[in-house]
């Protein structure tokens, strides 16, 4: 008979990489360890608190409709399963649509929100009608349903060029006198789109949460067979979940455009940072992904500042942290994307 004892502190069954992920979430679960975080990053703050004012009021400024992105992709990538590449394309369209919109029409930028967003998403339901649907109805694999997706996404880009060009294109705004906050200039429509990108990001979240239209798309994404039985209607829950995505990416694509400028490669510049948003924040439902979307902004923000404009290179520094991120979190982010 053997007398040697299992010390690993976990089951004899159970192999030793998939303790680890539990012994690590374990020590970071204990109160002494957070509060320990949590004063760390109160000493960083003050050591850098102009650094961090800055970043704090650039980051939400300019990088805020990240939120709004994310929790369209967030409902599509929990519907789905699939990571939808094409999705960088309706945030791209919807800041095409404004700009048209706004350039055409000569409509103020916030009316031109509205028929931008409905645009984004009508063509994101034709999009499903046209391409994932049938997909799906011949139980196309997943992997080949990202190549789809990548597909689809070249061929919307190269569309906007052959219709639009290549040349960046601007909506036509008045000029603002800047608002003080916190010592810095930041033009007000900036913080209305702040204001409107956080109000319309915690409206789909109540939506999701509290409707019944949301308790079925909640169920459908859940479990597609149980929902059926349950008397959800699959097509009509499907075909609003992905108006609903497509209606967030255009507005986030809009908000984007008359920051800055409209270019065909918009989308597709911001569709990483849109992912890694939902896969760390996602698994804590549409309110982690807001959070993350609005953290990642400012943490882009600061180190942009830090490394003196160098955009390049913090973009690369936040990618190599959310990486460790994800990796440290292990099989918790089965669960991402979780509405």
Known sequence: MSTDIDRS??????????????????VVNRP????????????????????ARKALIFGLAEESPLALAAVGFALLYRLTGLINV????????????????NTTFNLNFYVTLIPAALSAGVLSVATYFAFFRPAKRRNVGVVELIILSFGLSIVLRYGL????????????????????????????????ALAGVIAGALILYWFIQKTRLGVQIRALAGDEKLAQVSGINPLAVTVLIWFIAGLAGGAAGAF????????????????????????????????????????????????????????????????????ILLKVRGNRMSEAGKV
């Open 256 to 323: 984007y455009g008359v920051g800055a400028s409209v270019r065909p490669l918009l989308g597709w510049g911001k569709f990483l940072y849109i992912l890694l948003a939902v896969l760390v924040g996602g698994a804590k439902g549409l309110r982690g992904a807001i959070i993350a979307g609005l953290g990642m902004g400012v943490l882009i923000s600061g180190l942009t500042l830090a490394i003196q404009g160098q955009g390049l290179y913090s973009e690369i520094i936040v990618i190599v942290l959310f990486m």
């Open 161 to 192: 060029q052959l219709i639009f060009g290549h040349e960046q294109r601007y909506f036509k705004v008045p000029f603002q006198k800047p608002v003080m906050i916190l010592g810095y200039g930041v033009p007000p429509f900036r913080l209305t």
């Open 86 to 101: 094409a999705y960088a394309e309706t945030v791209t369209l919807g800041a095409y649509f404004g700009m048209w919109f």
């Open 9 to 26: 502190g976990g089951s004899p069954d159970q192999p030793e990489t998939e303790q680890r992920p539990a012994r690590w979430r374990r």
């Open 32 to 51: 002494i360890v957070r509060w320990a975080a949590v004063l760390a990053v109160l000493v960083v703050l003050v050591a850098t608190w102009s650094l």
